[in-house]
């Protein structure tokens, strides 16, 4: 069974311009997070799709990011225009409908911006 | 707030040292408590979990008991080896909330032959 994957594994802009992640869930998992961690902080969740519908989008920094589940498949995490703080590395996790609801994590996206 | 913290690192140790890593916790109630870990170009990884006091999660040598008294969460290893060189992360899950997982901002070990 393939675990996420995300896609690009790196990115490198500049400011202002746009960027978007991709996340490719586990077959079947309804449940999708999106985490970011800067700098070597803290991981900080940033939103949950179920399904394809916004369950939680309380962690979004500001409306810069947009994010998005078609068909409730993969989703898009869009930051448009860039700037400096969003640098980071972007996670993806996965979890199914039912207990336990363990999550699974993609490898993560590095976003660089110049 | 809900939060969790944990000692900074790097901690770098030598083959079979023994491995401590700090983590306390803020929270309302009592979570189950999660250690993640990430090898150097993958994803995070569920190392061990406990869900309910005094319960010791453990796996690949890795031990962790949930203390609710002192609210920490403490992971211990007897013998690192190498391939443990890793970041570590301590969390634990708002089920009420969607399950979103609040992180403590990681632990990097580094083991040296």
């Known amino acids: 069974e393939a675990g996420v994957t995300q896609f690009p594994s790196h990115s490198v802009i500049e400011k202002g311009q746009t960027v978007t992640l991709r996340c490719d869930p586990i077959s079947g998992h309804d449940n999708l997070y999106w985490y970011r961690r800067v700098m070597g902080k803290e991981i900080k969740f940033l939103l949950h799709?179920?399904?394809?519908?916004?369950?939680?989008e309380s962690g979004m920094p500001n409306n810069r990011f947009l994010a998005e589940r078609t068909g409730g498949t993969y989703s898009t995490l869009k930051v448009q225009p860039a700037e400096l703080e969003d640098s980071g590395v972007y996670f993806c996790?996965?979890?199914?409908?039912?207990?336990?609801?363990?999550?699974?994590f993609g490898p993560g996206t590095r976003l660089t911006v110049t | 707030g809900d939060s969790v913290t944990q000692m900074e690192g790097p901690v770098t140790l030598s083959e079979e040292a023994f491995l401590t890593i700090n983590c306390t916790y803020t929270a309302t109630g009592y979570p189950s408590l999660f250690w993640y870990v990430q090898y150097p170009g993958e994803g995070l990884q569920l190392l061990l979990k406990a869900t309910k006091a005094d319960d010791k999660g453990s796996n690949k040598g890795f031990e962790a008991t949930y203390r609710k008294e002192t609210t920490s969460f403490h992971l211990e290893k007897g013998s690192v080896q190498v391939s443990d060189s890793a970041v570590y992360f301590c969390a634990y899950p708002f089920y009420n909330q969607g399950g979103k997982l609040i992180f403590g901002q990681g632990t990097e070990l580094s083991v040296k032959p």
């Open positions: 799709f179920v399904k394809e519908s916004k369950q939680d």
């Open positions: 996790a996965s979890s199914q409908a039912a207990p336990p609801y363990e999550q699974y």
